[in-house]
C-alpha cells in the first residue's frame, strides 16, 4: 500500500485516552469559569457607560433651529414665536436681540379666501414686534392656513449685491370662536288647553348642552308668558363643542275634555349649534301629550365671533429708517 492510502493510527489504549479526555474537561472547566466570573463583574458595575463626547455646560443655550445668511437673520428668526385663538394670529419677535445692522421682517398671510396679506416692520430692539391677522369667518368651520416669515436686510448696508434675505414657513389650525347667547322664550297659548278654568302647562326643553329642563305654569287663551329660565350663554364655543340647539315641547295635564294622547318624550336635538348665525326662531308647537290646544312661540339665538386685537397696521421695511445704524467696516 502507498504512504497515501496508509490508515491514520489509532491509540486506543485505555490510559492515555483517560488522559486526554481529563485535559479536554479541564480546559472546558477554565473557560467557563472565565465566563462567569466576567458576568459577575458586569453585573456588579451597572450598566455600560458610553465615552465622553466632550463637555456639557449647562448653561449651554440650544443651537439655533434655523440659521440664516448672516448673524443677524439668524438671530431674529429664531426669536420668531406665534399663537392663535379662534380666527386671531399673532406672530411677535422677542425684543432685546443685539443686531450689527437692520433686519426687515415681513409676515405673509393668506387668508381662507385666498386673499394674500403681507405686513412688514423693522425689528425694534426695546419692545420687540408684534404683527396681528384676522382669517374670515368663511363657513365657521376649522380650518387650517399658512403663513411664512421673510427676513432681510439691506442689500446696500452690507455691501451685498442681491441683499440677504431667509423665509420661515409655518402653518396653523384655526377653530372659529362663538360667543353664543339664546334669548328668554315669549310663549303665547293660542287656545285653551283645559276644558275648564286655566291651562297648566308644563314646558320642558333640552339646552344646548343636552341637559333637560322644566317650567311649570298657569295660563290661559291670549296670554303670553316669558320664560326667562329658558335663556342660555356661553362665550368660545367651537364647533368641536359638540353642542346642539335647544329642543322643546310643552305638555297639559290629563284632561276628560282629551281623553287620548301620546306618551312618547322626545330626545335632544342632533343640529350643532355651531356654526350658525343670528336669527329669530318663530314657530307655532302643538301640546305634544293631547294635541288640545297650540302656542306659538319666539326666541332669538345671537353668534358673535370672538375677536381679541385690532389687526396689525401696514407698515414698510427698514430703509429709509431714523435708527441709526453703526459703521460698516
Known sequence: MSKH????????????VATRRN??????LVVM???????????EAGPPVSAPVGPRPTTLAPPPTYVGPTPDITAVANAISSSHKSLEIVVTVKPGL??????????????SAA?????TQCYVPSTGNRFVFHDIEWHGQPRRVGMQAT???DKFRLGDAAGPSFTVPWYLDLDPLYDVTISHMGFFLRDDCACVGDSEIHFQWFSPDDQKHEYSFSTSKGKNTFINQFAWARTDVS??????????????DYSICHPFGASIEPGPSNQPLVPGVTRDHIEVLKEHKWQSCSAPIEYQIMYHLSKYAEDSPGGGGCFPSAIKLPAVR
Open 23 to 28: 485535559r479536554r474537561w479541564g480546559a472546558i
Open 33 to 43: 469559569a472565565a465566563l462567569v466570573t466576567a458576568f459577575a463583574v458586569a453585573a
Open 239 to 252: 364647533a368641536f363643542a359638540h353642542l346642539h340647539y335647544p329642543f322643546y315641547w310643552f305638555w297639559t
Open 98 to 111: 443685539t443686531l450689527t445692522n437692520s433686519v426687515t421682517i415681513s409676515i405673509w398671510f393668506m387668508n
Open 151 to 153: 427676513i432681510s436686510q
Open 5 to 16: 492510502m496508509q490508515s491514520p493510527i489509532t491509540d486506543h489504549h485505555p490510559q492515555r
Open 115 to 119: 386673499i394674500p396679506k403681507v405686513i
